[in-house]
């Protein structure tokens, strides 16, 4: 395992022309490694390699994975599954390059982005979640587009098309964003071309690379830490396609995961995304949505006017802070029903080890606390209750 969490070394050292940094990349590249230069000068006998043989278990199945380790199908995951594809030819007119982003609204990008507006309106560009599309200055790119979720209401952008989609006024708002130098030209394309692309341009992704980007899904096997214990997701309620990515560039932004004109008690306080639960309801992916300190709901959260399946009480506005669940596991805290409240570092190591509930009683390092549990006096209880109001 520690070969597998260990990808470089750095070594500093001063010479007499200088200080030299080198870099080590993978440095443990054998079993045992040379342990008379690792052993060199230190006085100690090198011991016979014979001595530290791989567990038999290990040997026997081959099945040796990093501490927290990921098994996949080798098998690709479709995106945005039931929404169809159509293309887009899209050029970009300018001398530096412009990047859009996967659930940007395609009717409200750069005015330098040539393209058909019209055909643009109400879609998005058909990419895995959080990731996008650079043009280059000149660049001309035929993208796959799908069709926005949920609500379908476009908000944010250049306010060229907000509101509800609707196609009967479509035309006005392609006159008005041309009318404000938006660059437009209509694409021509056939029935046959257009039937072909839907087929062609279907977004997938190899389950391997959608793991370590979103975390583990439907079917993938975790290792738990070091141990030769092993999960497999039973189920994954986000949504391929729409999951919420946080950072620059990324999904929860205004008008796109992230809702605009909500007031703060109508979204989430904290969303917590993609995260593992492992608990007694099942082994599952979800957002954990948490609100006024409690856990408000969890499946899929976003923002219901462009994203399928959000709940009312999974909402992300501009009032909701993220924190990327990606890679970690969610579980209940633990309970210790025997706690001697000898000193308050004690929380720190409880919640280092998991647990989140400390029952007991004490009244510091006193002789009776270190033999009881109990907190004599109401002055003692009063003290020790001031004693934990800074954690």
């Known amino acids: 395992g520690v070969s597998d969490m260990l990808d470089e070394v750095q070594v ?40 530290f043989p791989l567990p038999e278990a290990a040997v026997a199945t081959q099945l040796v994975q990093a501490p927290g380790g990921v098994l996949t199908v080798n098998d690709e995951l479709v995106l945005n599954a039931f929404r169809k594809p159509r293309a887009l030819q899209i050029t970009n007119l300018t001398d530096r390059p412009i990047q859009v982003g996967s659930h940007y609204h395609l009717i409200e990008a750069n005015p330098y982005l040539e393209m058909d507006r019209k055909r643009a309106y109400g879609y998005r560009l058909n990419i895995p979640s959080g990731t996008a599309v650079r043009f280059e200055p000149g660049d001309q790119k035929t993208v796959s587009t799908i069709p926005i979720g949920g609500n379908r209401v476009i908000t944010g952008g250049n306010n060229l098309a907000s509101g509800v989609v609707d196609e009967a006024v479509a035309d006005d708002i392609v006159a008005k964003a ?86 703060a008690a109508q979204v989430l306080d904290t ?56 890679g970690l596991i ?47 006096g109401p002055g003692h209880m009063k003290l020790m209750l001031q004693a934990t109001d800074v954690i």
């Open 12 to 51: 500093e050292g001063t010479f007499p022309d200088g200080t030299k940094l080198v870099t080590i990349h993978h440095p443990i590249a054998t079993m045992d490694g040379n342990l008379e230069l690792a052993l060199y000068g230190s006085f100690l006998p090198v011991p016979r390699a014979d001595c």
């Open 178 to 263: 041309v009318e404000k130098g938006f660059h437009h030209r209509p694409m021509v394309v056939s029935p046959e071309e257009e039937a072909r692309n839907a087929v062609a341009m279907i977004c997938r992704m190899p389950r391997s690379v959608y793991a370590q980007t979103y975390g583990p899904t439907t079917g993938d096997v975790v290792r738990l830490g070091d141990m030769e214990l092993y999960v497999t997701v039973e189920r994954d309620l986000t949504v391929y396609g729409d999951e919420c990515k946080f950072g620059g560039g990324k999904v929860l932004r205004e008008g796109m995961g992230q809702a605009s004109g909500l007031m």
């Open 271 to 326: 969303i917590i995304t993609n995260a593992l639960i492992i608990d007694y309801t099942g082994i599952y992916k979800a957002d954990i949505g948490i609100k006024d300190g409690l856990i408000a709901g969890i499946g899929k959260g976003g923002n219901p006017d462009v994203m399928d399946g959000v709940a009312p009480n999974m909402i992300v506005g501009v009032n909701t802070e993220v924190i990327a669940g990606e």
């Open 330 to 376: 969610v579980t209940a805290g633990g309970m210790d029903a025997h706690v001697h409240f000898i000193c308050p570092q004690l929380c720190t190591e409880a919640l280092a080890s998991g647990l989140t509930t400390l029952v007991g009683g004490g009244s510091g390092p006193a002789t009776g606390t270190n033999a009881t549990t109990c907190t004599p």
